[in-house]
């Protein structure tokens, strides 16, 4: 159920060729972040902090407008970066709205380079956590030189809150590694599979060449065999004509005509003699 949700959102015009782990796992990490929003939704109302609510709303239509998007041909590097781009605005506005640098949505920050890292390689990952340090040092700056973010949740729940956002951050973190691990196993399971066909391959090759060469021997031996029997053959004919004559010289008393004949005879014998040490 859950693969074909993920190849519903595949794009149309991908093949075999292209990288479908890459696309797979940019998918499901943005599936992972929508369901997550849309599971803060209940929290942020719960701890009364309904603007919250919203943006976590606004991120999971964004995330789900992104995916559909992507389905139609959209760039997979321009909407992820668009997408890494609003969950750092998001985890910003909650850190605001939730005490600044001592809330968990500070901790947050590092999942921008390992969601990078996943869905637009490890140069971009490199952008995203120099992006992560600069707004964690800018709430920084912001608290040590003017003035600390105030909660702006129901203090009272505040266990509850930190509870909960560590929980899904624990667990979305799991996630995410989840499909990276689930991914490369696969891809090795794959990369095994076709370094197995290709041993495959490669002995059926050897075998091949090993059978055309026995081939190639076999016709040479033939064919050096078949010379010295040609001759053999050959001269056996003649032989048994000279002899089937000189049978009729001798019945008709011609002596010399006959030794002339057993003397062409015993050459052909000689000549059938030397071609079979031949053979």
């Given at each position: ?9 595949l ?30 939704i ?17 991120n ?57 890292m ?76 076709k ?11 050897i ?73």
């Amino acid at each position: 159920m859950f693969n074909k949700l993920v190849n519903y959102f595949l794009p149309l015009n991908l093949s075999e060729k292209d990288n479908l782990r890459t696309e797979r796992i940019f998918v499901i990490v943005l599936m992972i972040s929508a369901i997550s929003n849309f599971s803060g939704i209940q929290l942020s109302i719960t701890i009364e902090i309904p603007v919250i609510g919203y943006l976590l709303f606004a991120n999971a239509v964004i995330n789900m407008l992104l995916l559909f998007s992507y389905k139609q041909g959209f760039s997979r590097i321009i909407a992820a970066n668009i997408f890494l781009g609003q969950e750092a605005v998001s985890f910003t506005i909650q850190a605001i709205y939730q005490g600044g640098l001592m809330s968990p949505a500070v901790s947050a920050f590092f999942l921008l380079p390992a969601l990078a890292m996943l869905i637009v390689g490890k140069r971009g990952a490199i952008w995203w956590l120099a992006i992560s340090l600069i707004l964690t040092v800018a709430i920084y700056m912001y608290e040590s030189f003017f003035a600390e973010f105030q909660i702006m949740y129901n203090i009272e729940k505040q266990k509850m809150f930190f509870l909960n956002s560590l929980l899904g951050i624990n667990v979305t973190i799991f996630l995410i590694l989840l499909v990276y691990e689930n991914s490369k196993n696969k891809a090795l399971e794959e990369v095994h599979k076709k370094n197995n066909d290709l041993i495959s391959t490669q002995s059926q090759l050897i075998q091949a060449e090993k059978m055309a060469s026995l081939g190639e021997l076999t016709a040479g031996i033939a064919h050096e065999i078949q010379n010295p029997l040609n001759f053999v053959n050959n001269f056996s004919e003649v032989s048994k004509e000279l002899l089937d004559e000189m049978k009729e010289e001798l019945t008709t008393g011609n002596l010399q005509l006959a030794t002339e004949i057993s003397n062409d005879v015993i050459q052909n014998l000689e000549k059938i003699l030397h071609h079979g040490k031949r053979a």
